[in-house]
């Protein structure tokens, strides 16, 4: 399984961006699907995350300039950020909670994209 991020990229405050997520390879099903961020000297904090049945959760700092959404038929998660400001300049990360399998055998566990850069200049 391998998730590719993109969308990341350099803005002014008050600007927006849209991050998307795949999922690809052996996926038998999807949970939960989110999006984390890290910012220099500081540790990985949740950004947004949304069930299979759509229901969703954001950081308090976040709320009402953000939206987290997903397409089910093509295993993408996507982050509509609008009116950023600088202090959310971080590495922003995908992670998904998938059923996948080795063979026979079926396990769930998650799983975290590479990362992409976000940075918001004043």
């Known amino acids: 399984v391998q998730l590719v991020e993109s969308g990341g990229g350099l803005v002014q405050a008050g600007g927006s961006l849209r991050l998307s997520c795949a999922a690809s390879g052996i996926i038998e099903s999807i949970n939960a699907m989110g999006w984390y961020r890290q910012a220099p000297g500081k540790q990985r904090e949740l950004v947004a995350t949304?069930?299979?049945?759509?229901?969703?959760n954001y950081a308090n700092s976040v709320k009402g300039r953000f939206t987290i959404s997903r397409d089910n038929a093509k295993n993408t998660v996507y982050l509509q950020m609008t009116s950023l400001k600088p202090e959310d300049t971080a590495v922003y990360y995908c992670n998904v909670d998938l059923e996948t399998r080795s063979g026979t055998y079926y396990y769930i566990r998650p799983y975290w994209g590479q990362g992409t850069q976000v940075t918001v200049s004043s």
């Open positions: 949304i069930t299979s049945g759509g229901r969703v």
